[in-house]
């Protein structure tokens, strides 16, 4: 092992608190009120900043819970109180593809604008979004999925149909069992919603907005570093 490697290994130990045993797929920069994550062992740990997040590991968030998460392919998430919120795939830049699921609850996101080809979903149980850097709102009751845009914007596709609709910037769509017609389901929204949208879901796409506090900006570059050092030490073969 090299140096170099023995140094970032080192560091890495310090700064990651993973809950699991899988790789790191994003970490805490900031965690408010009850906060769980429950991993694919069924095995739950009280979140914190700094914590480490894994493919399979689920978020839950109680009444007076709020968390945000930096993940490797630089996309941020808000989640909002009493949500419940699954991530099954994160890729790197490189690998392009990501999945996340809402089982319940609301999220707030911004996601990396890489290149064209990128895709990431974000899953309901009656709808698939496909995005290609945006951010947006996605919530789901048990019953209806909305979908707001702020910024690009959000293909819906129904569960089990072809049929699809963009949901572009100042949109809004919302869905139920009872939809028959997808486009019919989108609509621009009115100052008033879109105020109420952005109510306490904000995202910060970079450290330096006042969205973000200072702790929050230790702790994304933290976040970062750790998620670097990660990927570094993923690319490189470790021989004793």
Same mark, same amino acid.
């Given at each position: 092992?090299?140096?170099?490697?023995?140094?970032?290994?080192?560091?890495? =130990? =310090? $700064? *990651?608190?993973?809950?699991?045993?899988?790789?790191?797929?994003?970490?805490?920069?900031?965690?408010?009120?009850?906060?769980?994550?429950?991993?694919?062992?069924?095995?739950?740990?009280?979140?914190?900043?700094?914590?480490?997040?894994?493919?399979?590991?689920?978020?839950?968030?109680?009444?007076?819970?709020?968390?945000?998460?930096?993940?490797?392919?630089? *996309?941020?998430? @808000?989640?909002?109180?009493? +949500?419940?919120?699954?991530? %099954? @795939?994160?890729?790197?830049?490189?690998?392009?593809?990501? +999945?996340?699921?809402?089982?319940?609850?609301?999220?707030?996101?911004?996601?990396?604008?890489?290149?064209? @080809?990128?895709?990431?979903?974000?899953?309901?149980?009656? &709808?698939?979004?496909?995005?290609?850097? !945006? %951010?947006?709102?996605?919530? $789901?009751?048990?019953?209806?999925? #909305?979908?707001?845009?702020?910024?690009?914007?959000? #293909?819906?596709?129904?569960?089990?149909?072809?049929?699809? &609709?963009?949901?572009?910037?100042?949109?809004?769509?919302?869905?139920? +069992?009872?939809?028959?017609?997808?486009?019919?389901?989108?609509?621009?929204?009115?100052?008033? !919603?879109?105020?109420? #949208?952005?109510?306490? !879901?904000?995202?910060? #796409?970079?450290?330096?907005?006042?969205?973000?506090?200072?702790?929050?900006?230790? @702790?994304?570059?933290?976040?970062?570093?750790?998620?670097?050092?990660?990927?570094?030490?993923?690319?490189?073969?470790? *021989?004793?």
């Amino acid at each position: 092992m090299n140096p170099i490697t023995i140094f970032l290994f080192s560091i890495t =130990l =310090l $700064y *990651t608190f993973s809950a699991f045993s899988e790789p790191n797929a994003g970490v805490f920069v900031s965690v408010t009120g009850n906060v769980t994550v429950k991993g694919k062992d069924a095995k739950e740990m009280k979140a914190k900043n700094g914590l480490s997040v894994s493919d399979g590991d689920t978020i839950i968030t109680g009444k007076d819970g709020k968390a945000r998460i930096i993940f490797k392919n630089q *996309t941020i998430i @808000n989640i909002t109180e009493s +949500s419940s919120f699954m991530i %099954e @795939n994160v890729g790197s830049n490189e690998q392009k593809k990501s +999945s996340f699921g809402i089982l319940f609850g609301k999220i707030r996101a911004v996601v990396s604008k890489t290149d064209g @080809n990128s895709n990431h979903q974000f899953k309901t149980k009656t &709808v698939v979004a496909g995005i290609r850097g !945006t %951010e947006f709102n996605m919530a $789901y009751d048990g019953n209806t999925t #909305e979908v707001a845009t702020f910024n690009g914007g959000v #293909e819906v596709q129904t569960v089990g149909s072809t049929e699809s &609709v963009m949901v572009n910037s100042g949109q809004k769509l919302s869905m139920d +069992s009872t939809t028959r017609n997808l486009a019919s389901s989108v609509q621009t929204m009115s100052a008033q !919603t879109l105020a109420e #949208e952005n109510s306490n !879901t904000q995202v910060a #796409e970079q450290a330096a907005s006042t969205e973000i506090t200072a702790v929050e900006t230790n @702790n994304i570059q933290t976040a970062e570093t750790t998620l670097l050092m990660d990927q570094m030490m993923d690319n490189e073969e470790i *021989t004793m």
